[in-house]
């Protein structure tokens, strides 16, 4: 039993050493919220990615100071507005710069437009729920996202961007998650 248990062993020591002798030969994936890894998409889907997620998170907040909110839901969203403005224009100056080579989407795509529609036609208590609910998701999607491409994206300006930006949208994340 003692020389099996030896054999099993320098066996395992033999192997772990060529395992550990390995190289990746592509970027890192990243994993999601659920543990699931993903790779960074490429620079032209992280652009329109982001600028239909500024438009949308732009329309909605505006949107949702206009229904009259309470105080913590009115303070959210007049940050969102003016955070989402600044993230559009530095991104806006990354790509006429040519520092970045992108096409820039000038309106929501039909999936965002849909979801600013429904919340449109809601008002009260059933808009709050609603827009909390979307400014929860919205931000793990936008946390998702800018991890992915400032570890393992295409373009280095815009790389270093997404990883400027990232604390601000946890910080959204968080704040999103407490409204109540």
């Given at each position: 039993?003692?020389?099996?248990?030896?054999?099993?062993?320098?066996?395992?020591?033999?192997?772990?050493?060529?395992?550990?002798?390995?190289?990746?030969?592509?970027?890192?994936?990243?994993?999601?919220?659920?543990?699931?890894?993903?790779?960074?998409?490429?620079?032209?889907?992280?652009?329109?990615?982001?600028?239909?997620?500024?438009?949308?998170?732009?329309?909605?907040?505006?949107?949702?100071?206009?229904?009259?909110?309470?105080?913590s839901?009115?303070?959210?969203?007049e940050?969102?507005?003016?955070?989402?403005?600044?993230?559009?224009?530095?991104?806006?100056?990354?790509?006429?710069?040519?520092?970045?080579?992108?096409?820039?989407?000038?309106?929501?795509?039909?999936?965002?437009?849909?979801?600013?529609?429904?919340?449109?036609?809601?008002?009260?208590?059933?808009?709050?729920?609603?827009?909390?609910?979307?400014?929860?998701?919205?931000?793990?999607?936008?946390?998702?996202?800018?991890?992915?491409?400032?570890?393992?994206?295409?373009i280095?300006?815009?790389?270093?961007?997404?990883?400027?930006?990232?604390?601000?949208?946890?910080?959204?994340?968080?704040?999103?998650?407490?409204l109540?």
């Open positions: 039993m003692k020389r099996m248990l030896t054999a099993v062993a320098v066996c395992l020591l033999m192997c772990g050493g060529l395992w550990a002798q390995t190289t990746p030969t592509t970027p890192s994936p990243t994993p999601d919220r659920g543990g699931a890894m993903h790779s960074a998409p490429s620079g032209q889907e992280f652009v329109t990615k982001v600028v239909v997620s500024d438009l949308f998170e732009i329309d909605s907040s505006q949107l949702a100071l206009s229904k009259q909110p309470n105080q839901t009115k303070s959210f969203a940050r969102m507005v003016t955070d989402h403005q600044k993230t559009s224009s530095e991104l806006k100056s990354l790509v006429q710069s040519g520092q970045v080579k992108a096409d820039l989407p000038a309106k929501l795509d039909a999936e965002h437009q849909k979801m600013l529609d429904e919340l449109k036609a809601k008002n009260g208590n059933e808009f709050a729920q609603d827009y909390h609910r979307i400014q929860v998701k919205a931000h793990e999607d936008a946390v998702e996202l800018f991890t992915a491409y400032s570890t393992s994206g295409d280095e300006q815009l790389k270093a961007w997404a990883g400027r930006t990232l604390p601000h949208l946890k910080e959204h994340l968080s704040l999103a998650q407490q109540k």
